[in-house]
């Protein structure tokens, strides 16, 4: 079985500075991680992919995550917030089927000009 | 290229109606995957449908809901005899027939909010 914990349900930032979401996982095999995100009134979009291969996973827009077995965690970054970052976003964890996906309660960005 | 189409994107639903939520899968596509995001609790898979077929709904609650995908229009999501604890967003996905980069194709619609009042 998999699970997500997000920690942090808002998250505010101020243009410019680092973001930080939190992003921890359980899971009964090796996983899969993703993060999606989800503009206001759109469809979640997936932002990066975490598959076996290099543990520092880098996405669209500038973002990018970790991966770390040790700390069963998968934090997203972006050195620098733009206004246009403000979304929510959702990590998930796939313990091997291509579309059962588990999904964290998702974390709001909002971002300060 | 129209993405993942849901509609209605709000619903209002007195408890014991019906509520039929509806998916068109982008172009091209024809897998079809429903997840339900219920207050506070993240998206959780409910069923997954190809044309005329439904492959896994090992996620589908036992009693009151069913999917569909029929050859022609889109996929319908139906929940009968709603009560309050089905207020929830409803996420719909699609794919493509073959794909070969790990879940990079699932395709996310913007969902349904359904209100049971």
């Known amino acids: 079985a998999q699970s997500v914990t997000q920690l942090g349900s808002h998250v505010s930032v101020s243009e410019g500075a680092l973001v930080l979401l939190r992003c921890n996982y359980s899971s009964s095999v090796p996983p899969y991680l993703f993060w999606y995100v989800q503009y206001p009134n759109q469809g979640l979009q997936l932002l990066l992919k975490y598959t076996s291969a290099a543990t520092l996973v880098k996405g669209i827009n500038g973002f990018e995550a970790e991966f770390k077995k040790s700390e069963t965690s998968f934090h997203l970054t972006k050195p620098s917030a733009h206004m246009s970052d403000a979304a929510e976003y959702f990590c998930a964890v796939s313990g091997g089927s291509n579309y059962k996906l588990t999904f964290g309660k998702g974390t709001l960005l909002t971002v300060n000009p | 290229n129209a993405g993942v189409m849901q509609n209605p994107r709000h619903l209002v639903r007195r408890r014991g109606q019906e509520a039929r939520l509806r998916c068109s899968p982008m172009?091209?596509?024809?897998?079809v995957y429903w997840y339900r995001q219920l207050p506070e609790e993240g998206l959780k898979f409910m069923v997954y449908l190809q044309k005329e077929n439904i492959i896994d709904e090992s996620g589908m609650p036992k009693e009151r809901f069913s999917a569909e995908f029929p050859k022609e229009g889109p996929s319908i999501l139906r929940i009968q005899q709603v009560v309050r604890g089905d207020s929830a967003a409803y996420f719909c996905?699609?794919?493509?027939?073959?794909?070969?980069?790990?879940?990079?194709?699932?395709?996310f619609g913007s969902g349904t909010q359904l209100s049971v009042l």
């Open positions: 172009k091209g596509h024809s897998h």
């Open positions: 996905a699609s794919s493509p027939p073959i794909w070969t980069d790990y879940n990079e194709k699932l395709f």
